[in-house]
């Protein structure tokens, strides 16, 4: 029996540690949890299967709208925007509102007439806007999602994955304005025919620090949710596709995400570095990142990290701002953040051109 505990220890030993948030069993067909700022992977289950994504869509949407800087214009309400089935701002066909107040009624009540309002007035119809939202998706990298209509509702090659998604709010959430909207309560838009608006998104009412984004459902799709909460300096954005517990699913991970890990700071930007510069004026030249190097760590302490440098072999002149190096931070040795070291001054190199400098500056002086 000894025997046996003892070979029963060593294999839990060996066993890959898992932390909570990793153990944790979501009852969605996919999902997706990241640290935002890092991009670190705090959770994952499915997160490459094509999925539909209902009416998540309309991040997309409305981030190109955001991104048009077309936000004050007036938009006439087309006649192919009123009626759109499913959940709606309830539009009329010549309606003046401004394209911001669409963005509010698309985001807040998940309007599908605002999105179909939007895609013909940014790029003239629906389907040369699920041309734009393509192309947008091709530069945030999100290779495994593909666009057809601008609000969500069901068409077979109309689809994302968790981790495209999750990957999606954040990008969006990077953009200020789109931050605001989604974190709004409550909104009473202007024009001919006003609307008051409210946040369906009970997370912002429900969850510390609950910022965001987006809900969608349809009968192909099932309930699927982009979500995000920010504490301190941890910003967790997630998503579930075809989650019946929307809601408790997403706290339950936002939970498990803030517990399990802090943002651990291992170097700032106002470290120092001496570089030897061959040639140089000076001996040695000053440096220094150019930013600092913050990352989500486990709370146990279970996993190992170390900072490694890598300069370059200097030899005068250095400007000031030139890179001359890097600094990275290793995870269990592989490299998880590596950060660009800049010169902090201007070295000389020493010639004749240097003395003759010194030599006039001394006369004049």
Request: hydrophobic share 40%; glycine share 8%; with cysteine.
């Amino acid at each position: 029996m000894r025997r046996l505990l003892a070979v029963l220890l060593c294999a839990l030993l060996l066993l890959p540690h898992m932390t909570k948030a990793e153990q944790t069993d979501v009852p969605a067909q996919a999902a997706y949890l990241i640290e935002a700022n890092s991009g670190r992977v705090l959770y994952a289950k499915n997160e490459t299967a094509r999925l539909p994504m209902a009416s998540t869509t309309k991040i997309m949407t409305a981030l190109l709208a955001v991104e048009s800087g077309r936000l004050t214009e007036k938009v006439t309400v087309v006649q192919e925007a009123v009626g759109t089935e499913g959940s709606s701002m309830y539009l009329k066909a010549g309606e003046k509102i401004s394209l911001e107040d669409l963005v509010y009624g698309l985001m807040l009540t998940s309007g599908n007439d605002a999105a179909v309002a939007i895609a013909c007035f940014l790029d003239g119809s629906t389907s040369a806007f699920a041309d734009h939202m393509n192309a947008r998706a091709k530069t945030l990298g999100l290779s495994d999602t593909h666009f057809v209509t601008p609000n969500g509702l069901h068409d077979p090659d109309h689809y994302t994955t968790a981790r495209d998604l999750a990957l999606l709010g954040a990008a969006a959430l990077e953009n200020p304005f789109f931050a605001e909207i989604v974190r709004t309560q409550y909104r009473r838009t202007e024009g001919t025919n006003p609307h008051t608006l409210k946040n369906k998104n009970r997370l912002l009412w429900e969850y510390e620090g609950g910022i965001g984004v987006k809900t969608g459902y349809t009968k192909a799709a099932g309930k699927c949710l982009v979500f995000a909460a920010e504490r301190g300096e941890m910003k967790l954005v997630g998503a579930v596709l075809n989650c019946p517990t929307m809601w408790n699913t997403a706290k339950s991970m936002l939970d498990a995400g803030f517990r399990d890990y802090r943002i651990r700071t291992f170097l700032t930007r106002d470290t120092v570095f001496t570089l030897p510069v061959k040639n140089g004026a000076k001996k040695g030249l000053s440096a220094a990142p150019i930013a600092d190097i913050l990352y989500p760590t486990q709370t146990d302490g279970s996993e190992a990290y170390s900072v490694e440098t890598a300069f370059d072999t200097l030899a005068a002149p250095v400007r000031a701002g030139q890179q001359v190096g890097s600094v990275s931070l290793l995870l269990n040795g592989e490299i998880v953040k590596t950060v660009p070291v800049v010169a902090c001054e201007t070295v000389d190199e020493v010639g004749f051109a240097y003395y003759l400098k010194k030599a006039v500056l001394s006369f004049l002086e």
